[in-house]
Each structure stands twice: as structure tokens, then as C-alpha cells.
């Protein structure tokens, strides 16, 4: 396509090669001044997950004859097929944020058995991983009372071990004029 058929379809291409037509490419050997440069006071934060992280966003109670509850932001859910196992992290709207399998190729690959204890353990690995990747580093689950010796406690207890809290913060709830004790804010950092 030549120059002039770019010109005659695009007319941001025209104005383009107008400034490089008109550009004066000789070098000089006087330093260029910069104009100063202006930080805007207003930042806008597109990071939806950063009100959790504060501990200042919504978290839903659900009802009180739910079984397992949701109270919480995140959620580690474990479920085991006849043949393949899957983890997966929930957020409280019902999309899944995380996940990993042993029905995944590059997983199943290293395993014998994509369903013994040694699948568990790695399972754990690669989504504890893929958190930390992701930017997740707590989430409620409900593995607080299993059994250490099986394989649902192997694979929370290597979870916890690669840096993953299994248990979120309660929400900061701003106190009041009348309250006595006043909370800690979770954004302020105190020096010890």
C-alpha cells in the first residue's frame, strides 16, 4: 500500500506522516528543556479487590440457617471428582478469581496419580502459586478442623506453609462517638 492510499483511508495516518514529513531529525548538542511536570492531586484507583485489602468493603453476612456460611471476601473451595481434584478461589459475587486441577495437562504430566496424597500436595503448590501471583494472600476456608494426617489437611497445611493465611480479617467497622474503645485502622501503620 503506498502513501498516498494511506492517506486517503486514514486520516489520522495523513496528520501523522504530515509530522514526520515536517520533523526535523538533525541532532543538537543543546540539552532540550523539559516543561514541568504536574502530579495530579486526584488518584483514581482501579484496583476492585483494594477495599479488601483495607478491610473496608462490603462483606455479606448471607442468613443464619446457611450451613456453611458467607461471610467472607474470598473462599478456597476443594471438590474431588471420581478421577481429577480442582481448587479454586471464590470471590462472594460467585466468580471464580483462582484455579488449578490435576485434569490440567501441564499438572498432570508430573503426577503418577492424579488423585493420592502427592496430588493433593502439589495441587496445594500450584494454587498457593498462582495466589501469590494474583495478589491473594487471604482466604476463609473450611479446613480449620480436618485432620492433619489426610489429605485434605496435607493440602491446607501446604498451603499455609507457602504463605497463604486460610482465615480473612474481620471488616473494620468505624467506632463511634459513644464507643469506648477505638479500633485500629487496618490502612495506618504504626513504628514499633
Not at 107 to 117: E, F, G, M, P, Q
Not at 127 to 136: K, S, T
Amino acid at each position: 500500500m503506498s502513501i498516498l492510499n494511506i492517506r486517503q483511508v486514514c486520516p489520522l495516518a495523513r496528520i501523522a506522516l504530515q509530522r514526520i514529513a515536517t520533523a526535523d531529525f538533525a541532532t543538537t548538542s543543546a540539552p532540550v528543556p523539559k516543561e514541568k511536570v504536574e502530579v495530579s492531586q486526584v488518584v483514581h484507583n482501579r484496583n476492585p479487590r483494594n477495599l479488601e485489602r483495607l478491610r473496608i468493603a462490603w462483606k455479606p453476612q448471607g442468613y443464619h440457617l446457611e450451613s456453611p456460611g458467607r461471610s467472607y471476601w474470598h473462599k478456597l473451595v476443594l471438590t474431588s471428582s471420581s478421577r481429577f481434584i480442582s481448587a479454586r478461589v471464590v470471590h462472594f459475587t460467585g466468580k471464580v478469581v483462582v484455579e488449578a486441577s490435576t485434569n490440567e495437562w501441564c499438572i498432570k504430566k508430573h503426577l503418577y496419580n492424579t488423585k493420592d496424597v502427592s496430588a493433593y500436595q502439589n495441587l496445594a503448590k500450584v494454587l498457593a502459586r498462582r495466589c501469590l501471583e494474583f495478589g491473594l494472600i487471604e482466604m476463609e476456608s473450611d479446613f480449620k478442623d480436618v485432620d492433619p494426617e489426610t489429605k485434605v489437611g496435607k493440602f491446607a497445611k501446604i498451603i499455609e506453609e507457602e504463605g497463604i493465611t486460610l482465615s480473612e480479617p474481620k471488616r473494620y467497622l468505624p467506632a463511634y462517638p459513644f464507643h469506648q474503645t477505638r479500633p485500629e485502622k487496618p490502612w495506618v501503620v504504626t513504628e514499633d
